[in-house]
Every structure is written in C-alpha cells, then in structure tokens.
C-alpha cells in the first residue's frame, strides 16, 4: 500500500467526521470515540493536523509532522489536543461548538531538499530547523496569505525563532511535506457540530 496516497472522499469523511466526534465529546466531557469499520489506509502511520476555526478566525491547531502512531490514533490525539490543549487558547466550550469548523491536513512524510526552487507554494509545506530551532507552516498558510515563496520562507524562519532570511544559510535544514486538506466545505458536506 502507498502511505503516501491521497485519501478518497469516502476516506476524507471518516476522517473528519472523526474529528467532529472527537473535539465535540472531549468538550462536553465525553470518552473519545472509538470508531468501527476502519478504512485500512487509515490504519497507517501518518502525520496530520487538526485545525479548528471559530467565526473564520483561527481557535486551535495541533498536529504531528512525522508518522509516528496510526492516522486514526493520530487525529484523535491532535483533534483532542487542538480543543483543550493549544497553548495559544483557552480550552473550547461547550457553547462554542456551533460556530467552531474543523478542517484537517493528512501528510505525507517530510523530505529533506538543498535547493528552495524545489517547494511549490500550495502543494508544499515547510518545516526550518538549525540548531534547536524549528518551526513549520502548513501548505494552506501560504495560499491564504497570498505569499511567494521567498515569503513563505521568512514567515517559516521567523515561526522556528530565526531570523528571516536564516533559510539562506547552510546550517539550515529546509524539509517539505505536502498535505491534503479538507474540511465539510470542501466536502459538501452541510451542518456542523451541533448537528
């Protein structure tokens, strides 16, 4: 099986509504769900984050970069952890949930490149390390953000603790990952948490 392959639509839906089950009993105090029938691709190690946006307006994200435990074990982590546990935030309530949307990334595992024309600004995420610093932003950052790729460069340093153009030296180790997102609007899928 290809680890790296892009999930269906039917693959994608089990995700997220796995995702949904998650963040909404973890908020209002339930066990997280323990779901049936797993597609086998979901049984892989892989990275993934869970992203949750209140009114448009970022309100969690927590994620894995490497494949270190199955996708299904993965997103029940991360969706739990994005809820309660992003520092940035305080923990989700329950009177949140209806304006809370959810959208994940699934990854493919993180590649090592020496040459910057190599990443693709929309297909491509970056991960900057030198030392203990390190820091990562996900394709979609720079599609929101309009950013070219020298851009999306600087921003990535400047999340690692870098400066800008830290990218440029060779003591810098520049990865890139893809990742496909989705979410119910890109699935068509109506309703929300509450539902």
């Not at 994620?63 to 940035?88: F, H, Q």
């Not at 020496?114 to 394709?139: A, F, M, S, W």
Request: hydrophobic share 40%; aromatic share 6%; glycine share 8%.
């Amino acid at each position: 099986m290809d680890t790296n392959r892009l999930l269906n639509i039917e693959e994608q839906k089990f995700i997220l509504e796995l995702a949904e089950q998650t963040v909404k009993n973890v908020v209002i105090g339930k066990p997280v769900p323990t779901p049936k029938n797993i597609p086998d691709i979901i049984k892989v190690k892989r990275g993934g984050f869970v992203t949750l946006n209140k009114n448009a307006h970022l309100r969690g994200c927590i994620g894995y970069i490497l494949p270190i435990m199955s996708l299904i074990e993965t997103i029940i982590e991360v969706s739990t952890s994005a809820a309660l546990k992003d520092p940035r935030f305080n923990p989700v309530q329950p009177g949140e949930l209806k304006n809370i949307d959810i959208e994940v990334s699934v990854l493919t595992v993180p590649e090592k490149i020496d040459n910057v024309e190599k990443i693709v600004v929309g297909k491509h995420g970056i991960i900057i390390k030198r030392g203990y610093n390190h820091g990562l932003l996900l394709p979609q950052v720079a599609t929101e953000y309009e950013w070219d790729r020298t851009t999306f460069l600087e921003h990535t340093c400047q999340k690692a603790g870098l400066p800008p153009d830290a990218w440029k030296d060779k003591k810098t180790e520049i990865q890139i990952f893809s990742a496909q997102v989705f979410s119910r609007e890109s699935l068509g899928i109506n309703g929300g948490l509450e539902d």
